[in-house]
């Protein structure tokens, strides 16, 4: 079954770091791009960041150009979103997903929630 | 403040048609393929529509996409109970390099 489950979201201090995870199964990972999407309480869907199958390629959306990097271990069938100098707008319940930016996401986790509160 | 533009709600009766727009611009919309999303209470989004007006294996053909010029839209027929969810419209913006969602559209069928 082609599946991907994200971890390592949880409550964090503005200012303060997360590293989500990814983990992808069922489908050969080094072939395709990975995304992450967020969708903050109340709110839509908000892109975030894009690597292609060999990470030669990456996008970052504004809001967290400078402060998220994203990175995949083909090795260990894994995605990545380091994630730093978090602020309250950053709450959301973030999701990765297969595709390509030009075609559709095809395939979402369950997603993980991310709440940055003091 | 979304890049593209849908309508925040659309309503209709059960068995009935609803049509979801959604506008952007020539260097989204107008020079890309567009993907529609539905997303059900509790549950991750899920494609719709691929490549402006593919259904992916699965999706059954009351659902449609359509695009004129630098507007896309989703059409719904037969509409049941269970399609109440959120639906959004996404592209590539070759401009701004990157991807962009309309801010989603909540179907509630009366």
């Known amino acids: 079954e082609v599946q991907l489950v994200e971890s390592g979201g949880g409550l964090v201090q503005p200012g303060g770091s997360l590293r989500l995870s990814c983990a992808a199964s069922g489908f050969t990972f080094n072939s395709y791009s990975m995304n992450w999407v967020r969708r903050a309480p109340g709110k839509g869907l908000e892109w975030i960041s894009y690597?292609?199958?060999?990470?030669?390629?990456?996008y970052y959306a504004d809001s967290v150009k400078g402060r998220f990097t994203i990175s995949r271990d083909n090795a260990k069938n894994s995605l990545y979103l380091q994630m730093n100098s978090l602020r309250a707008e950053d709450t959301a319940l973030y999701y990765c997903a297969r595709g390509r930016v030009y075609d559709a996401f095809d395939i979402w986790g369950q997603g993980t929630m991310v709440t940055v509160s003091s | 403040q979304s890049v593209l533009t849908q309508p925040p709600s659309v309503s209709a009766a059960p068995g009935q048609k609803v049509t979801i727009s959604c506008s952007g611009s020539?260097?989204?919309?107008?020079?890309?393929?567009v993907s529609w999303y539905q997303q059900l209470p509790g549950t991750a989004p899920k494609v719709l529509i691929y490549?402006?007006?593919k259904r992916p294996s699965g999706i059954p053909d009351r659902f449609s996409g359509s695009k004129s010029g630098t507007s896309a839209t989703l059409g719904i027929t037969g509409l049941q109970t269970g399609d109440e969810a959120d639906y959004y419209c996404g592209t590539w913006d070759s401009s701004l390099s990157v991807v962009v969602f309309g801010g989603g559209t909540k179907l509630t069928v009366l």
């Open positions: 020539s260097s989204n919309i107008g020079n890309n393929y």
């Open positions: 690597i292609s199958g060999g990470s030669g390629t990456i």
């Open positions: 490549e402006t007006n």
